[in-house]
Nanobody, 122 residues
Framework: QVQLVESGGGLVQTGDSLRLSCAASGLTFSSYAMGWFRQAPGKEREFVAVIDSSGGGTSSADSVKGRFTISRDNAANTAYLQMNDLKPDDTGVYYC???????????????WGQGTQVTVSS
């Protein structure tokens, strides 16, 4: 049974930093790309960042470029999202997902975590 468990969310102020973790089990972690998504209240879930299975390639949404960094530790079966200079618009539930790369910037995700809340106050 595949499990993805996010942690590291919380309530912070504008300009603060947080590091989210996604611990995976029940899958060959190093075979899957890992993505981070977020969903703000009343809005659809949106892509944040993705990292290839080897960690050699990453991509992120324009809204977080230069502030968020995705990484992974395949030995620890864990993916990370380092979030710096947080803004109120970054508030939402953050989800990690494991999937397969289909092509240039195209992925399909098979498993999702339950999410961790990030709230940024102004």
């Amino acid at each position: 049974q595949v499990q993805l468990v996010e942690s590291g969310g919380g309530l912070v102020q504008t300009g603060d930093s947080l590091r989210l973790s996604c611990a995976a089990s029940g899958l060959t972690f190093s075979s899957y790309a890992m993505g981070w998504f977020r969903q703000a209240p009343g809005k659809e879930r949106e892509f944040v960042a993705v990292i290839d299975s080897s960690g050699g390639g990453t991509s992120s949404a324009d809204s977080v470029k230069g502030r968020f960094t995705i990484s992974r530790d395949n030995a620890a079966n864990t993916a990370y999202l380092q979030m710096n200079d947080l803004k109120p618009d970054d508030t939402g539930v953050y989800y990690c997902a494991a999937g397969i790369r289909l092509g240039e910037r195209r992925y399909t995700y098979h498993w999702w975590g339950q999410g961790t809340q990030v709230t940024v106050s102004s």
